[in-house]
């Protein structure tokens, strides 16, 4: 839980890095003129990672941290984004905490016009920034709850469905006006303290992906908002420590912990009968692209290994998952 007692700060930036430091510098080089007029403080965790993050973190610090904004914490084990993120939010009581991904770069007033938006809107608990490239070039950020129905969209690659079915459709346009999309990515999201206070932390259940999703589920569920102003606007480099998005796109096998974490988010939303759905519906998707593929149409295959790997956990949906790092799940 969120440390009790008055606010000590009026905003936390929480940042966690893994083997980034120099997307981390890059990243506090643009955030500190960022905060210099507010009330505010930099938790920076290290989510162990094993290599000289904290030390070239550190020379940097001393080098232009005059005022000790940050606070670098050592995490002493690789528990995931949940996880770090968790840390770094019980290390001070804020009244606002902004989760910040390491491979970003804030752009001028971002964080004012965040703040002052959440302001603005009472009933907002999560408020997200446009995300962009350094050209300035939108990147999809905002988005509907994966849904069984969605999953048969994602494998049929078929406009024909996409088009009717337009609205279980995950992803949502690049958007130009203030929106409340049912969850927002959490590479940059401001959430207000009540809502920790109210549906409690991120789930550290999950090791990477859908842990932002899940979170957002919840608090939707508990009443709050999700709300998205494109005027605050944010760079993501998407260099970040997940093989993750460049393995999709290559068509090559993700790391279980992706599908172990769609497992968890599916059986959480919609139960087992939901997750069981959502595999079905996406083998159905599937046998229609193959079948086009057969057929010489231009379908792409599906990435490899996905027919079986969406079935990881399904018999035993909240088994913790498996580390990345094959020494963490020995036995003692």
Not at 141 to 162: A, I
Not at 190 to 195: A, C, G, P, R
Not at 307 to 323: A, E, S
Request: hydrophobic share 40%; proline share 5%.
């Amino acid at each position: 839980m969120v440390s009790s007692g008055s606010s000590n700060v009026l905003l936390s930036v929480v940042i966690v890095n893994y083997r980034t430091p120099q997307f981390v510098t890059d990243c506090l080089e643009t955030l500190l003129p960022e905060i210099a007029g507010l009330d505010a403080k930099i938790v920076l965790v290290d989510n162990q990672s094993g290599d000289d993050s904290v030390e070239k973190i550190s020379a940097w610090l001393n080098d232009h941290d005059p005022e000790d904004r940050v606070i670098l914490i050592e995490s002493e084990s690789n528990d995931g984004f949940s996880s770090g993120n968790n840390i770094g939010i019980k290390a001070l009581k804020a009244e606002y905490y902004l989760l910040l991904n390491s491979d970003t770069l804030v752009r001028p007033d971002s964080i004012r016009i965040l703040l002052d938006t959440a302001k603005k809107y009472p009933d907002a608990g999560l408020l997200s920034p446009r995300l962009e490239w350094r050209d300035g070039t939108g990147q999809e950020s905002c988005f509907r709850f994966h849904q069984p129905v969605g999953e048969f969209l994602m494998s049929v690659q078929t406009d024909f469905f996409v088009k009717r079915l337009a609205d279980k459709w995950v992803p949502m346009p690049v958007q130009e006006n203030i929106i409340n999309p049912q969850w927002t990515s959490f590479a940059c999201v401001l959430i207000k303290s009540e809502v920790f206070e109210q549906v409690g932390l991120l789930d550290d259940g999950y090791f990477m992906y859908f842990e932002d999703e899940a979170f957002c589920f919840q608090a939707m569920k508990a009443g709050w908002k999700i709300l998205h102003n494109p005027d605050s606007r944010v760079v993501h480099l998407r260099g970040g420590s997940s093989p993750v998005k460049e393995q999709s796109r290559l068509g090559k096998r993700v790391p279980r912990y992706f599908y172990e974490s769609r497992t968890r988010f599916f059986y959480q939303a919609y139960g087992w009968s939901g997750l069981t759905l959502a595999n079905l519906c996406w083998w159905a998707g599937r046998l229609v692209s193959k079948t086009r593929q057969v057929l010489g149409n231009s379908a792409k295959g599906a990435i490899d290994r996905r027919w079986l790997d969406i079935w990881i956990n399904w018999l035993n949906p909240d088994k913790p998952y498996t580390h990345p790092d094959p020494s963490r799940n020995q036995v003692s």
